[in-house]
């Protein structure tokens, strides 16, 4: 397998173990410190941390869709940008969010393989739905990173 495929394995990995709720799968795809930024969702630098945010912020069935991965690799390093359209619903499937972007990484060859060592998501859009879809965008987008903020600190306080 080239490199480039084991690239694209780990960011297939990583919506693969969002969406099972396989969160030791989801932890291999990056480094022990790795820094992640998904702007007004949070920034984490661990992968401890990250892995507790989404657990609690996918309580509700969920689907990332990967697409147009651009990858360039130069020895044990590489860069890529990946395409993301990913559905995120609440408990029971009630409520969630559509959000469509680009994940712009920075990976590293590791004793354990390609890891993510730095994550930067760009959203291109955000849409919400179920009742959230009727509340006015501006406010649904505020009460988003209100919660995201409580999840964060809850999840760092855990």
């Known amino acids: ?16 173990g969002i969406d099972s ?3 030791n ?7 022990d410190d790795c820094q992640l930024d998904y702007g007004a969702l949070g920034q984490w630098s661990s992968r401890d941390a990250v892995t507790r945010f989404m657990q609690m912020s996918h309580s509700g069935p969920s689907q990332h ?3 147009n ?14 395409y993301v359209d990913a559905v995120v619903l609440g ?4 409520g969630g969010v559509n959000t469509i ?15 993510i060592a730095r994550r930067r998501h760009t959203g291109v859009r955000m849409k919400f739905l179920g009742l959230l ?11 988003a990173v209100v919660g995201a903020r409580r999840l964060n600190a809850a999840a760092t306080a855990a």
């Open 65 to 67: 869709r990967l697409t």
């Open 1 to 16: 397998m080239s490199q480039v495929e084991d690239i694209t394995n780990v960011l297939v990995r990583y919506a693969t």
């Open 21 to 23: 709720r396989d969160w």
């Open 91 to 94: 408990p029971g499937g009630w």
């Open 101 to 115: 972007g680009y994940y712009d990484d920075e990976l590293v060859h590791t004793a354990e393989g390609w890891q």
């Open 133 to 143: 879809g009727l509340v006015p965008a501006g406010l649904a987008m505020r009460l």
């Open 25 to 31: 799968l989801f932890r291999t795809c990056f480094t």
């Open 69 to 82: 991965f651009a990858i360039t690799v130069e020895g044990d390093q590489a860069r890529s940008r990946t």
